[in-house]
């Protein structure tokens, strides 16, 4: 059994910054996919980016493409998702998610096994 542990949520300003951690306990994360998805208020879950363990390949949403970046440390069992240039817009409870999906499914939420209990993230203008 895999545990997910959100942290480095907060309440910033409109041009900010702020790093989310993912840690991960209970086995390795080697073979597995890590992602972060977000939930607006009113709003569905959306995907925002993900990463293979092993092979460090990452994908994102184009919504926050250049601006978020997504990277693990193998050693801490840890995932990251720094975000960048934040705005109202990205005002949203963070979740991180762990699991094995194939490439086409890499977006989805339903191949993520595991999932974390997530971090609130408040931009204001």
Known sequence: QVQLAESG???VQAGASLRLSCAASGRSFNGYAMAW?????????EFVAAIRWNSQHTYYADSIKGRFTISRDSAKNTGYLQMES????????YYCAGGRPILSEI?????????????QVTVSS
């Not at 977000?38 to 879950?45: I, T």
């Not at 934040?86 to 409870?93: H, M, Q, R, S, Y």
């Not at 977006?107 to 971090?119: D, E, M, N």
């Open 9 to 11: 949520g907060g309440s």
């Open 37 to 45: 998805f977000r939930q607006a208020p009113g709003k569905e879950r």
């Open 86 to 93: 934040l705005g109202p817009e990205d005002t949203a409870v």
């Open 107 to 119: 977006r989805s939420q339903w191949p993520y096994s595991y999932w974390g209990q997530g971090t």
